[in-house]
Antibody
Framework: QLQLQESGPGLVTPSQTLSLTCTVS??????????WGWIRQPPGKGLEWIGN??????????PSLKSRVAISVDRSDTSKNQFSLKLNSVTAADTGVYYC????????????WGQGTLVTVSS | QSVLTQPPSVSGAPGQRVTISCTGS?????????VYWYQQLPGAAPKLLIY???KRPSGVPDRFSGSKSGTSASLAITGLQAEDEADYHC????????????FGGGTKLTVL
């Protein structure tokens, strides 16, 4: 059964870089059957797709975040079975719950999702 | 501002039927991309409720149904139960600006 778990700092200083990792179990991160993605949810608001990656490195990002975001797969040590998110120059507007999730295609549904991790941007 | 538009809230009494709309445009729902619906219980991650416009994953009661027409889609819930109180989100794909995943703003369902 495919499962995902987010990890990373819960507090980030404004103007710094938010870094999160998603650890996958039940499937290999090297599989070309899956798009590995990040989705976030500001407090009390709706969901916002951040972007996704295929194992061999092809990425797709939300146009509104494209200049600040990078999603990568740790190909140097695939035994970790992880992919990561970096969002730079953060502001309070980047505060929210960050989820990692998986999809069989770039235009399909996302399932399952990780439990989510709350990231607060504050000094 | 979400690309897909949903009503902020809907409500209904137990046993009633409610619908939640999801309005898009010609570059997403109207471009023949499928619509997906997620249920998000309080404090939990979203869970897929409807895929491919009107299909239910295993384990989802048939009280939940989805439909799509033109640039809009709808989620219907019949025989409303207290446990259905949650946030509901629609999702599709938009082929503008290189293509990207789009969500609605979410709808809070209150069971009276």
């Amino acid at each position: 059964q495919l499962q995902l778990q987010e990890s990373g700092p819960g507090l980030v200083t404004p103007s710094q870089t938010l870094s999160l990792t998603c650890t996958v179990s039940g499937a290999s991160i090297t599989s070309l059957d899956y798009y590995w993605g990040w989705i976030r949810q500001p407090p009390g608001k709706g969901l916002e797709w951040i972007g996704n990656i295929l194992y061999f490195g092809a990425t797709s990002y939300n146009p509104s975040l494209k200049s600040r975001v990078a999603i990568s797969v740790d190909r140097s040590d695939t035994s970790k079975n992880q992919f990561s998110l970096k969002l730079n120059s953060v502001t309070a507007a980047d505060t929210g719950v960050y989820y990692c999730a998986v999809s069989p295609s770039s235009d399909r549904d996302w399932r399952p999702w990780g439990q989510g991790t709350l990231v607060t941007v504050s000094s | 501002q979400s690309v897909l538009t949903q009503p902020p809230s809907v409500s209904g009494a137990p046993g009633q039927r409610v619908t939640i709309s999801c309005t898009g445009s010609r570059s997403n729902i109207g471009a023949n991309y499928d619509v997906y619906w997620y249920q998000q219980l309080p404090g939990a991650a979203p869970k897929l409720l409807i895929y491919g416009n009107n299909k239910r994953p295993s384990g989802v009661p048939d009280r939940f149904s989805g439909s799509k027409s033109g640039t809009s889609a709808s989620l219907a819930i019949t025989g409303l139960q207290a446990e259905d109180e949650a946030d509901y989100h629609c999702q599709s794909y938009d082929n503008s600006v290189g293509g990207y995943v789009v969500f609605g703003g979410g709808t809070k369902l209150t069971v009276l």
